[in-house]
């Protein structure tokens, strides 16, 4: 069992940039493949970001492409993702999700994670 644990949500103007972490216990969290999704009131749960297991690259929805890096920090058993050029559209609930075996083509669906944060909150706004 790995419980997660996401901070660093809050309130960023457009154009802004924040880091959302996420931390692991439990369980050494780079033996997982982590992703984030996002959603909003009335939606699915929307893929963001993955990072493979044994993989530094992410793996990035178009939406938010070239802005929006994960990365590992092993000693702290965390995942971070970095949120840049924030628009109003990055709006949402930001959770973090972990799973020891996933197949590359299954990384974009919330139902093959088992493993979830209780969700941080990102709001975009002037």
């Known amino acids: 069992q790995v419980q997660l644990v996401e901070s660093g949500g809050g309130l960023v103007p457009p154009g802004g940039s924040l880091r959302l972490s996420c931390k692991a216990s439990g369980r050494a969290l780079n033996s997982y493949t982590v992703a984030w999704f996002r959603q909003t009131p009335g939606s699915d749960r929307e893929f963001v970001a993955a990072?493979?297991?044994?993989?530094?690259?992410?793996l990035a929805a178009n939406s938010v492409k070239g802005r929006f890096v994960m990365s590992r920090d092993n000693a702290k058993n965390t995942v971070y993702l970095q949120m840049t050029s924030l628009k109003r559209e990055d709006t949402a609930v930001y959770y973090c999700a972990a799973d020891r075996q996933i197949v590359t083509s299954s990384l974009r669906l919330p139902s093959q994670y088992d493993y979830w944060g209780q969700g941080t909150k990102v709001t975009v706004s002037s």
């Open positions: 990072l493979k297991y044994g993989n530094s690259n992410t």
